[in-house]
Each structure stands twice: as structure tokens, then as C-alpha cells.
């Protein structure tokens, strides 16, 4: 099982939304800073924690509800201007400085079945899960970061194959020839 160093600030809101989505009984996955440093072995020290969660419209609105009552500020405002994006931005209260929490709607199937593909990782004694090293390199591919796909690639246990497969499956054919 990977290992996820986080400060103790991260280390709280990672707790914090792991415990909310578990009391909703969400499928989730930690992917951005979090599944990097899991598969990259970087520390999550800076920058949003981001989760994608297997949800439907009732659920979206019961999580920002619930969060606001678990240590947890909620801004209608950004919630009514992140409704399109399939979005619920919440921010983690912390006596060392408040954390961006993004939980992200598992709106297509490709991201349905990234969570349902989820391998496990662990920060400190917590349980999560985290995106396979294909589907994180997948998804930093879309973000423009060629070198943590290149440094993915690279794990003896990336599925290389796997990964060219999907890519052709979503129409990204064309991005293979560099990988």
C-alpha cells in the first residue's frame, strides 16, 4: 500500500473529508496533490485536496449541508457558481490556515469507473483510496503535466498498454506516440 506524507494541516482535511464522504457513504477517490504524492511519494504540503465522489444532485446538496456542521466553511455563493462545473468547493477551517477542499461529481463514466478502479493508500493510520498510476497519469495528461506523466510512466508497475488503451478509448489516440 502506498504511503501519503502530508503536513499536519493536510494531513486533518484529508481526515475531515475522508470522514464526511464516509459518513455519506460515497464512493470516492483522492486524486490532485494527494494521489500524486501516493504514487510520486511528493508531500502535500500546499494547493486544494481534491476528490472525486460518486454522487447524484440530492447528495451534492446533503454534503455541503453536512460539512457545514463538521468543521468545514461553506460559501453558497461559490457553491451556486460551481453547480455547472459538477463542483462543491468547501474550505477546510484550520487554527493553521483554512485548506480548499474540491469534491468533484463522478459525472461520466470514465470517472465512474476511475473511482471503482481505486487503489488503496494511507495517510497516517487512514485508509483511502487513490487512482490507479494509468488513470492519475490520465488525468495529469489532460492537465499539461508531462513530466509527472513521464515520472509515472516510468514506475515499474504502470500498465503501459493499459494506459494506450484508454487513451484510444477516449478519443486521445494521438497523445500515445509520445508516451
Known amino acids: 500500500m502506498h504511503r501519503i506524507r502530508a503536513s499536519a494541516r493536510h494531513a486533518r482535511a484529508i481526515h475531515a473529508i475522508a470522514e464526511l464522504l464516509g459518513k455519506l457513504r460515497l464512493?470516492?477517490?483522492?486524486?490532485?496533490?494527494?494521489?500524486?504524492?501516493?504514487?510520486?511519494d511528493s508531500l502535500v504540503d500546499a494547493g486544494s485536496i481534491d476528490v472525486l465522489a460518486v454522487m447524484n444532485a440530492p447528495q451534492k446538496g446533503q454534503l455541503a449541508m453536512m460539512a457545514s456542521h463538521r468543521g468545514f466553511r461553506v460559501e453558497r455563493e461559490e457553491i451556486d457558481q460551481a453547480e455547472e462545473l459538477d463542483l462543491v468547493p468547501l474550505h477546510f477551517v484550520d487554527p493553521e490556515g483554512d485548506?480548499?477542499?474540491?469534491?468533484?461529481?463522478?459525472?461520466?463514466?470514465?470517472?465512474?469507473h476511475m473511482v471503482g478502479a481505486g487503489q488503496e493508500a494511507a495517510v497516517d493510520e487512514l485508509t483511502l483510496r487513490v487512482p490507479r498510476a494509468e488513470d492519475?497519469?490520465?488525468l495529469l495528461l489532460m492537465g499539461e503535466d508531462e513530466e509527472a506523466v513521464r515520472r509515472l510512466t516510468a514506475l515499474e508497475e504502470f500498465d503501459l498498454h493499459r494506459f494506450r488503451e484508454r487513451l484510444v478509448s477516449i478519443g486521445l489516440g494521438g497523445q500515445v506516440a509520445g508516451q
Not at 35 to 40: D, V
Not at 102 to 110: R, T
Request: glycine residues 4%.
Open 27 to 40: 464512493d470516492s477517490l483522492f486524486v490532485g496533490e494527494v494521489a500524486r504524492a501516493a504514487w510520486l
Open 99 to 112: 485548506v480548499r477542499v474540491h469534491v468533484l461529481l463522478a459525472s461520466n463514466a470514465l470517472y465512474a
Open 136 to 138: 492519475l497519469a490520465l
